[in-house]
């Protein structure tokens, strides 16, 4: 599947820029930010497949296609919820990395923890 988040950015040495205002990303948030775009992706494919499947249930009126759709309208809203804690995670982690990336400093714009959740730590420079 083909990423289009990182159509728009330019990498340099491990840091991506494009937004237009010199703001630079690590290359590991991007890293996040497509995987998390994958999924989403992946999930929005699933859903117009169920909707599909209900749509088709619904109109052949038969009475086991109707009681199946039950399931696949609680799976297609579960599916609604995902995307949309995933959006919610990518606007977090998109915002703490904003802000580390604009506090001033040469630090990078924010590192991920093993779960993908972004975190404001800084570098420590030494000397």
Do not use: W
């Not at 209900?54 to 759709?69: A, V």
């Not at 604009?102 to 420079?125: L, M, N, P, V, Y």
């Amino acid at each position: 599947m083909v990423c289009r988040f990182s159509g728009f950015l330019e990498m340099e040495d491990d840091m991506f820029s494009g937004f237009g205002n010199g703001t630079r990303l690590d290359a590991r948030v991007v890293h996040t930010f497509q995987k998390n775009f994958v999924q989403v992706q992946d999930i929005l494919d699933q859903n117009r497949l169920l909707i599909n499947e209900i749509n088709q249930n619904h109109e052949s009126k038969i009475p086991d296609n109707l009681s199946r759709n039950v399931g696949l309208i609680k799976e297609l809203n579960n599916n609604v919820r995902r995307v949309v804690d995933l959006y919610a995670d990518l606007s977090s982690s998109f915002t703490r990395s904003m802000e580390a990336s604009s506090e001033g400093d040469d630090s990078s714009a924010g590192t991920f923890k093993s779960d993908g959740k972004a975190s404001s730590q800084k570098r420590i420079r030494s000397g």
